[in-house]
Nanobody, 123 residues
């Protein structure tokens, strides 16, 4: 399984971005997918996750109400819509896939990782 994150860029505070995570492999629909981020000098942290059916979603408190995770299994793609962006959202964003949809806030539960896409929120 390979993951490719895209959609990052430079955006002003209050703006929006939509990240995409394209997943290769015939069994994409059986994986839970999560987004994590890492800011300079900080540890990687959980952002959001979605079950393989899309029926369950999970968010970090810091992004709840602003970010929305979704998936289209027919396109092997997971999206992260980020609204009302703040400077503290600046980070490299990674997507990852987990075979077992348990404790998805824990990065150790993920089996495959993408390369990351840079998001910068600045005026």
């Amino acid at each position: 399984v390979q993951l490719q994150a895209s959609g990052g860029g430079l955006v002003r505070p209050g703006g929006s971005l939509r990240l995409s995570c394209a997943v290769s492999g015939r069994t994409f629909s059986r994986y839970a997918v999560g987004w994590f981020r890492q800011a300079p000098g900080k540890e990687r942290e959980f952002v959001a996750a979605i079950s393989w059916t899309g029926g369950s979603t999970y968010y970090a408190d810091s992004v709840k109400g602003r970010f929305t995770i979704s998936r289209v299994n027919a396109k092997n793609t997971v999206y992260l819509l980020m609204n009302s962006l703040k400077p503290e959202d600046t980070a490299v964003y990674f997507c990852a896939a987990a075979q077992v949809a348990e404790r998805l806030t824990d990065e150790a539960r993920y089996d495959y990782w993408g390369q990351g896409t840079q998001v910068t929120v600045s005026s």
